[in-house]
């Protein structure tokens, strides 16, 4: 780990003008779970590391009465209690550890960096570091993508991420240009149109705060996650699922995928296949393989594709018992 400047702002409109203009010459430590690793393995080397801890303004959940405002340094642990969500207190819930849970912020599970092993490994000159291939094409690709992929094969390691896009949560920036709102899904980017990171945020820019709308009536929600070990692991696969029902008729559907894109993955065709319909398990078969249409496996990852249908269903039968 090189030397650093370490900076400890309580003022947001501070931010913008110590961050800097250029990637790399800071970097923002919330809960500092996935920084750490980062400077340890000298996968960055900032000259400065902004501490956002005592910026009280980024803590804390609100309900506005048209729903949920949730600062970025909220931690994980305080979204598990959210009952009245389910799907977002399911996806916090799987995330890591109870101690990691404790430590971790939902600004820094929207904002983190992938966790292919390319992308870690210093040995490896990866697309994503500037590099001239995607050594998953033709490497060790269990945990890559299968959906969307290309010219990088990185998978989204956030857990929270498809849950609030299933949500239509929005998110709110802070910059030199004052606070601007993005909805969730317009945040995050695929390699082919931003190579070298995973969002819209510019180096001078920081996630202070996620609005989640308040839920229709009729509203059932759940998040399913397949992992290899079930106290820690990352998702292989996983599901978001909030559904409007009016009776036994789903009214409006949302579906998205997590552990198989480089972005949060929205299947709106699947969607398309519910609503309207009584959620029987012949329209649920149908969403589920809908769901995984035009997936391109990298052949070590073959599998993922039907255990992302698989998720699919077992989702939506839980919501239809």
Known sequence: ?????YLEPTRLEDLPGLLGKRWGQSAVLAGGTDLLDQLKERLIQPERVVNLKRIEVLRGIK??????????LTTIAQLEKLAQYPVLAQAASSI?????RNMGTLGGNLCQRPRCWYFRGRQYPCLKKGGHKCYAVEGLNKYNAILNGGPSFIVHPSDAAPALCALGASLEIYGPGGRREVPIESFFQLPDENLRRENLLQPDEVLTRVRVPALSPGTRSTYLKFREKQSLDFALSSVAAVLVMDGKKVESARLVLGGVAPIPYRVPRAEAELEGKALSAASIAKAAEVAVEGAQPLGGNDFKVPLTRNLVRRALETLAA
Do not use: R, S, Y
Request: hydrophobic residues 35%; aromatic residues 4%; without cysteine.
């Open 1 to 5: 780990m090189n030397d650093f400047e």
């Open 63 to 72: 309900d506005t009465g048209t729903g949920l405002e949730i600062g970025a």
């Open 96 to 100: 890591a550890t109870p101690q990691l």
